[in-house]
């Protein structure tokens, strides 16, 4: 079992800065891929980024590539999301997510934190 706290979120103005980070519990952290997710108001969730538990392998989604930056401290049992050039697109409730096995865009990771509100105004 693995829960997951999100903190971070917050309101900004366009092209500000934001930094997400989700704690883990568990001994377990470093074997598990993490990853965001957010959720628009009236829209599905979509995948943002993830990172495999040794850190090696990261991957995007188009709309954040550049702009976005995900990373993990095995030793805080943490992940972050480094959030730069933040667009008023970018709104949403971002959600943290532990898989045991690699996050993929269209996949549904086991864990799920529950949610920072990310607001960007124009």
């Known amino acids: 079992q693995v829960q997951l706290v999100e903190s971070g979120g917050g309101l900004v103005q366009a092209g500000g800065s934001l930094r997400l980070s989700c704690a883990a519990s568990g001994r377990t952290f470093s074997t598990y891929s993490m990853g965001w997710f957010r959720q628009a108001p009236g829209k599905e969730r979509d995948f943002v980024a993830t990172i495999t538990g040794s850190a090696v392998l990261t991957y995007y989604a188009d709309s954040v590539k550049g702009r976005f930056t995900i990373s993990r401290d095995n030793a805080k049992n943490t992940v972050y999301l480094q959030m730069n050039n933040l667009k008023p697109e970018d709104t949403a409730v971002y959600y943290c997510?532990?898989?045991?096995?690699?996050?993929?865009?269209?996949?549904?990771?086991?864990?799920w934190g529950q949610g920072t509100q990310v607001t960007v105004s124009s």
């Open positions: 997510a532990a898989n045991p096995i690699p996050i993929v865009p269209g996949g549904t990771p086991r864990y």
